[in-house]
């Protein structure tokens, strides 16, 4: 039995905080070509202040270890695009009542929300030609759960591993 809630408990900490990560990109172009790179800051990215500096800090350390130069002629623009959202708890208590008599019965259920609403980011990092902000190259979208009373520590370590979930992909492999 100890063992039995001990794997329950583990599963509910190990399924809280979600992110997941889609991609998609160009497959005509060889994107490994390019190399220089900056941001596009041409409209807001979505995020605080803070939240942008840290996702952007990671992001600069992951691409520059792996051969990317951040510069004024660059070959591509990185656009980040950022969301938060509200849903409704997915985590509910039923409740049920019911009664019958003779051949004829009757029951009515229904679940009461626990937890109030969950709060959740959508990033869309882009990565597009300098010369042609029409041609996107490779595009990741992905969606985190966001915990509004964490600690900046705890940020921290949460925007280290989206950008890291992000860029794990990319450059892509052929």
């Known amino acids: 039995m100890r063992i039995f809630l001990c794997l329950i408990v583990s599963l509910m900490l190990t399924s ?16 490994a070509g390019y190399k220089n790179y900056d941001y596009d800051f041409s409209q807001p990215s979505g995020l605080s202040e803070f939240d942008e500096r840290r996702f952007l800090k990671y992001t600069d ?37 019911g009664g019958g008599g003779g051949n004829v019965g009757v029951g009515v259920s229904g679940g009461i929300p626990i937890g109030g609403a969950e709060r959740h980011l959508e990033l869309i990092f882009t990565i597009y030609e300098a010369q042609n902000s ?20 705890k940020k921290e370590a949460h925007f280290k591993k989206l950008a890291e979930k992000i860029l794990s992909k990319y450059p892509p492999q052929k």
């Open 16 to 31: 809280c905080g979600t992110m997941y990560v889609d991609y998609d990109y160009d497959t005509k172009k060889d994107i």
């Open 61 to 97: 350390s992951i691409l520059q270890s792996r051969g990317f130069v951040k510069t004024m002629e660059n070959d591509i623009f990185i656009k980040i695009k950022a969301e938060e959202f509200e849903t409704n708890s997915r985590n509910t208590i039923g409740v049920g009542l």
């Open 134 to 153: 029409q041609a996107t190259l490779w595009e990741a979208t992905s969606e985190s759960d966001v915990k509004v009373k964490a600690s900046p520590e």
